[in-house]
């Protein structure tokens, strides 16, 4: 409990925004660009409830929905090595029938954004309000913006 307080006082604290909000408008952006699909204004409306028929009442309107969702977001030492770091990224990508809530594709993105053969200290991940680590959450939404649009979007 008290990792997950620390994690929660830095990503407060150094101002790291969850990727998943990255990895939408990414989606969005390149579903309008290539399928010539509207996207409807932000409503910056972030659900607290991820079930379809929810979804579906909260964004009324919508021929589809897309859903994404931060599974884990974490950084931790290798057991092998206690002064080096990777991070981990997960999260879940849905695109669901903006009237009956139907799920239309799904993914999982699993991503460690760091390089095994070259990881980062605690305190370079943490140095400059987070800089790296920022960046590495940056690389790990690219890396499943790219995923999902490859195997489920097929964009």
Not at 45 to 61: C, E, H, R, S, W
């Given at each position: 409990?008290?990792?997950?307080?620390?994690?929660n006082?830095?990503?407060?604290?150094?101002?790291?925004?969850?990727?998943?909000?990255?990895?939408?408008?990414?989606?969005?952006?390149?579903?309008?660009?290539?399928?010539?699909?509207?996207?409807?204004?932000?409503?910056h409306?972030?659900?607290?409830?991820?079930?379809?028929?929810?979804?579906?009442?909260?964004?009324p309107?919508?021929?589809?929905?897309?859903d994404?969702?931060?599974?884990?977001?974490?950084?931790?030492?290798?057991?092998?090595?206690?002064?080096?770091?990777?991070?981990?990224?997960a999260?879940?990508?849905?695109l669901?029938?903006?009237?009956?809530?139907?799920?239309?594709?799904?993914?999982?993105?699993?991503?460690?954004?760091?390089?095994?053969?070259?990881?980062?200290?605690?305190?370079?991940?943490?140095?400059?309000?987070?800089?790296?680590?920022?960046?590495?959450?940056?690389?790990?939404?690219?890396?499943?913006?790219?995923d999902?649009?490859?195997?489920?979007?097929?964009?």
């Amino acid at each position: 409990m008290a990792m997950i307080s620390a994690g929660n006082e830095l990503v407060k604290s150094e101002s790291i925004e969850d990727p998943a909000i990255e990895i939408s408008q990414h989606l969005a952006n390149d579903m309008a660009a290539k399928r010539s699909a509207t996207v409807l204004p932000a409503s910056h409306q972030i659900a607290t409830d991820d079930n379809p028929a929810t979804l579906v009442k909260m964004y009324p309107g919508a021929d589809v929905i897309l859903d994404v969702k931060t599974i884990n977001w974490m950084y931790n030492y290798y057991p092998s090595n206690w002064g080096k770091y990777h991070v981990n990224y997960a999260a879940r990508v849905r695109l669901i029938d903006g009237k009956t809530g139907a799920l239309v594709a799904q993914q999982l993105c699993k991503i460690d954004p760091t390089d095994p053969n070259d990881p980062p200290t605690n305190d370079a991940l943490r140095a400059d309000h987070a800089a790296l680590l920022k960046q590495f959450l940056h690389k790990a939404a690219n890396s499943c913006v790219s995923d999902v649009e490859q195997q489920a979007l097929r964009v």
